[in-house]
């Protein structure tokens, strides 16, 4: 599974690097609207975090472009059961989101990530012993960029694999994330 990724990674970035008019590099930084779906998630409500990260655009055209990030994604889902308090899920997200320019600024914005699980915690139990590393999801958003570099965006991650890693268990969860972001381009 790593050997594809990283295969379809490299070929992707080294397509659009042969391909790319223009390519800016920035940061990113916002809010998480998290929350996990699926059976028996009726305990479980949404839970707010932040995410962080780095990113790329690969202009290919005047209205297409696409952008690689790296994204460090707090999510999880606050529980109803008072010994458990949040489930805290912490990821290492990379999306690659296609971007089409629907104006000059503002563009509508689509594409797969794939997330790996760093940590988790939450109460007495320990939810890392329970779920899968690895996480598929797909995201659909807007973004708007200002001519100095700065821009801001609103996203929706579908999670699209089951997150839950128990033998014999029939149940499936899945993560979502709403997300607000700021971030700059530097260059």
Do not use: C, W
């Not at 100095?148 to 699209?160: D, E, I, T």
Request: glycine share 10%; charged share 20%; no cysteine.
């Amino acid at each position: 599974m790593k050997k594809i990724v990283s295969i379809t990674v490299i070929t992707v970035l080294t397509i659009v690097s042969i391909n790319a008019q223009d390519v800016k590099f920035g940061a990113k930084t916002g809010l998480n609207f998290a929350f996990i779906t699926g059976d028996n998630s009726e305990d479980l409500d949404p839970n707010t975090d932040f995410h962080l990260g780095v990113m790329a655009e690969f202009k290919i055209s005047d209205k297409f472009s696409l952008q690689p990030e790296l994204i460090y994604s707090g999510q999880g889902a606050d529980t109803n059961i008072d010994s458990e308090g949040t489930i805290e899920l912490n990821y290492l997200n990379i999306p690659l989101i296609a971007k089409y320019y629907v104006a000059e600024r503002l563009s509508l914005e689509a594409g797969p990530q794939i997330g790996f699980l760093l940590s988790s915690k939450g109460g007495s139990i320990k939810y890392k012993d329970f779920l899968k590393s690895i996480d598929f999801g797909a995201n659909i958003g807007v973004g708007y960029k200002l001519e100095n570099g700065l821009n801001f965006g609103a996203r929706y991650n579908l999670g699209l694999s089951n997150i839950l890693n128990v033998d014999g268990l029939s149940d499936k969860n899945r993560n979502g994330v709403f997300q607000l972001s700021i971030g700059y381009f530097f260059f």
